[in-house]
């Protein structure tokens, strides 16, 4: 019975908590203080860690103290450091230079379709970035593997485990989630709400837990469909928070009530171990 729960009723309340804590910022005048955003994300994740713990759906992807201090750990500490360092560069261009954005229209747009249309641009984008470092071909393609192989050497995928990947990845992914909404002028409101989404969607698709999403699942990208995207031998499910993209471009992998047998990458013998973090953070440098 409470698997059975724990099942059908985990994203549900994750999405609930999520709207009312949306709510409650937007309720407030001004922007929201940042410790705000990082005690919600923390009291999520330790929800999630809990619910690992208990009811995990493999042990063989669970969370051990070796990975945690070995390679979750070092990867946590650089790519905060990175999305810190950025998060600064960019405030100081845009308070100190003055920078506006070339399109203002948007800033007026109600939060909710703003924000809706904040995901759609760039999940799309990220869609586009994340197929190129799988499928991509040329020096281009060779080169977003290196930096993007970090997050799919381990072959586990569990709450925490998120955190792994190289620092450019996180760059990346940092300008795709904040210039583009930027530059059509989309208010700091919608963006926010856009990033807590993008954020709780990363932590809930790398859930070590049978948590199922139903019909939700044609929308958004969950449990039950990124880890088929870690999966050894398949290739699917590039986007990070709208599943209309893979599906759109055929390349959604959806197979409900089935797991997959292994998970990292399809030849490890060719790659760094996931723990050599020193190794796969200086590939993407290296003229391979």
Known sequence: MTRHLVRRWTYPAVAGG????????????????????GAFIVVLVAVLLSLEV????????????????RRDMPYLLINAATIATANAAA??????????????????????P??????????????????????????LGAWLWRVHMAHHLPQQVYVVMHVVGHPINAVIV???????PWLLGVSPEALYVANVV????????HFNVDSRAGWFNHL??????HRWHHAVGVQGNYAAVLSVWDRLFGTLVYRPGENPGHLGVDDPDHLPRDTDWRRVLWAPLRRQ
Do not use: F, K, N
Request: proline share 7%; hydrophobic share 50%.
């Open 18 to 37: 999520t709207l009312l804590y949306l709510g409650h910022v937007l309720s407030q005048a001004g922007a929201p203080p940042a410790w705000q955003h």
């Open 114 to 139: 703003a924000a809706a249309l904040t995901l759609l641009v760039t999940d799309g984008l990220w869609y586009a970035v994340h197929r190129a470092s799988h499928e991509g071909r040329g020096w």
């Open 174 to 180: 940092r300008l795709l989630l904040t210039v583009p």
């Open 220 to 225: 958004l990208v969950g449990t039950e469909l």
């Open 198 to 205: 993008t954020a709780v969607q990363g932590l809930v698709s």
């Open 54 to 69: 208990l009811w995990p759906l493999d042990r063989r992807w669970g969370m051990t103290r070796a990975l945690l201090v």
């Open 91 to 112: 405030a100081w261009l845009i308070w100190h230079h003055g920078l506006t954005p070339p399109i203002t229209w948007l800033r007026d747009l109600p939060v909710v």
